[in-house]
């Protein structure tokens, strides 16, 4: 138990649904992060939001769009996805965005389009 | 470039046996460089973080060394158990000229320890 936690774990979805990823911390940080894990690529850091502000895209398309309400919820909203789009879809926190921090990272969310 | 490459790829070895892993990274301004251990199918731990004047830090049976003039780490796994059987990822982190801070993931290398 990292203190960050993600629904669903599993998630299957058709290429013209819609469905949101969910992440929740329980460490009081205030940074937070989107990243996705594909097979044998190194993770790749979509989002950043530092005090609920996305101080960070990484040029990800617009068909992920991502909300952070206050410092300890952050979603990620799918719509019209593709399957190259499926992925391990890990959400993460620290204290700051500086490198002295540690992320810690949540268990996951499996996507798969189909 | 900043890339970060990870070897071997995957390993295994059997239980009790040690194990070293490697990082070579092109990082520049280098900040720091941590270790994450991935098991399969959840999120990645830190196992330990390094910076610039550190050359060794230990973890338990986990051992990491920094070779800042090389620029090469390597993480040591010592009696090995069955529970080290996941993927470990080296992570450097940037400073870049805007102030902020990114972070460079290498693809990890798999290793398995076998009864």
């Known amino acids: 138990e990292t203190g960050v936690t993600q629904t669903p774990r599993h998630l299957v979805m058709g290429m013209t649904n819609k469905k949101s990823l969910k992440c929740e911390q329980h460490?009081?940080?205030?940074?937070m992060y989107w990243y996705k894990q594909s097979a044998k690529k190194p993770l790749e850091l979509m989002f950043v939001?530092?005090?609920?502000?996305?101080?960070e895209n990484n040029s990800v398309p617009s068909r992920f769009s991502p909300e952070c309400p206050n410092s300890s919820h952050l979603f990620l909203h799918l719509h019209t996805l593709q399957p190259e789009d499926s992925a391990l879809y890990l959400c993460?926190?620290?204290?700051?965005?500086?490198?002295?921090?540690?992320?810690?990272f949540g268990e996951g969310s499996w996507l798969t389009v189909v | 470039k900043n890339q970060v490459e990870q070897s071997p790829q995957s390993l295994i070895i059997l239980e009790g046996k040690n194990c070293t892993l490697q990082?070579?990274?092109?990082?520049?301004?280098?900040?720091?460089l941590r270790w994450y251990k991935q098991d399969t199918g959840r999120g990645p731990v830190s196992l330990t973080i390094?910076?610039?004047?550190?050359n060794t830090k230990s973890n338990g049976r986990y051992t990491a060394t920094l070779d800042a003039d090389t620029k090469q780490s390597s993480l040591h796994i010592t009696a090995s158990q069955l529970s080290d059987s996941a993927s470990y990822i080296c992570?450097?982190?940037?400073?870049?000229?805007?102030?902020?801070?990114?972070?460079?993931f290498g693809t990890g290398t798999r290793l398995k320890v076998l009864a």
């Open positions: 993460a926190s620290s204290q700051g965005s500086g490198s002295g921090n540690t992320i810690y």
């Open positions: 990082c070579n990274y092109t990082v520049s301004p280098f900040s720091n």
């Open positions: 992570v450097v982190s940037a400073l870049l000229t805007s102030g902020t801070y990114k972070y460079i």
């Open positions: 939001y530092n005090f609920k502000e996305q101080t």
């Open positions: 390094m910076t610039f004047s550190e």
């Open positions: 460490l009081g940080h205030n940074a």
